[in-house]
């Protein structure tokens, strides 16, 4: 039990890859807040739901309220919600723009800055940053989530300086997944998804659990001695 009597929330952890590191964790010994907006597509005893929409600043401080309410602390912070809203550039609305910053990255800093505090006064912690191999290497169609995911790479290293400062062990790391089977890849032709198959040395995409097993390792005290970095699982990928 890697994460016994830890305190765990997990944003977009209804389903996906969020899905699998709520069940993952739980089954590891913690205690799983899931703040979606969505329904939860599993039953777990350990793992409770609170409705969220990351996007709303103020409703992420009456989550947080209510979480320190009734558990005291919370010892790890899955920060994995989020959307895609695809267009080239030239054609790409203000909505989808502002949608897409709005929850991948400002709906980060809006639980973070509530999160990364409580940790340092409560002695630790560790802060997951599920950003993307977008973030890295960019992509056609994507400007506005690959802005999103490349400054979740900035928040990582500068959460990982700041909540640390005072010599408390608040440890911050990104995970940059590759191409994962999720609900979030319907709207991107199979044809498309083939060729994302071929750019990794596996020669194939990742499942949610192959994230899920990176969390965990970056949640525990496994990687005690690693903070501000990036954690690329996807199968040996270049864009
Ligand atoms: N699947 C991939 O190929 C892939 C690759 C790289 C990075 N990612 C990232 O992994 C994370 C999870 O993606 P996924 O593939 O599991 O997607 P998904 O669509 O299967 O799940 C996303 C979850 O986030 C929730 N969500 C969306 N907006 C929200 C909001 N405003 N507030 C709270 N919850 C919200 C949804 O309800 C859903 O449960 C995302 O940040 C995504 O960008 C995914």
């Excluded at 609900?183 to 044809?191: A, N, Q, S, W």
């Excluded at 498309?192 to 990794?200: D, E, H, M, P, R």
């Excluded at 690693?226 to 690329?232: A, E, F, H, R, V």
């Amino acid at each position: 039990m890697k994460l016994l009597n830890k305190v765990a929330v997990v944003t977009g952890g209804a389903k996906g890859i969020g899905g699998e590191i709520a069940k993952l964790f739980a089954l590891e010994g913690a205690k799983v807040i899931v703040a979606d907006m969505g329904e939860l597509s599993f039953r777990l005893d350990n793992v409770e739901l609170i409705s969220l929409n990351v996007a709303d600043s103020a409703a992420c401080k009456v989550f947080f309220d209510q979480v320190i309410a009734k558990y005291g602390r919370i010892d790890v912070l899955v920060n994995n919600a989020g959307i895609t809203r695809d267009a080239m550039t030239k054609k790409m609305t203000d909505e989808q723009w502002d949608a897409v910053i709005n929850v991948n990255l400002k709906g980060v800093f809006n639980l973070t800055r509530y999160v990364g505090p409580k940790m340092e006064e409560n002695g630790g912690g560790s802060i997951i940053n599920i950003s993307s191999v977008v973030g890295l290497f960019g992509n056609i169609g994507q400007a506005n989530y690959a802005a999103t995911k490349a400054g979740l790479l900035g928040l990582t290293m500068t959460w990982a300086k700041e909540f640390a400062r005072k010599g408390v062990p608040v440890r911050c790391n990104a995970i940059a997944p590759g191409y994962i089977m999720t609900d979030i890849l319907k709207t991107v032709p199979e044809e498309l998804l083939q060729q994302f198959a071929k750019l990794t040395m596996l020669g194939r995409l990742g499942q949610p659990d192959e994230i899920a097993k990176a969390a965990l390792f970056l949640a525990s005290d496994d990687s005690s001695y690693i903070t501000g970095q990036t954690l690329s699982v996807n199968g040996g990928m270049r864009l």
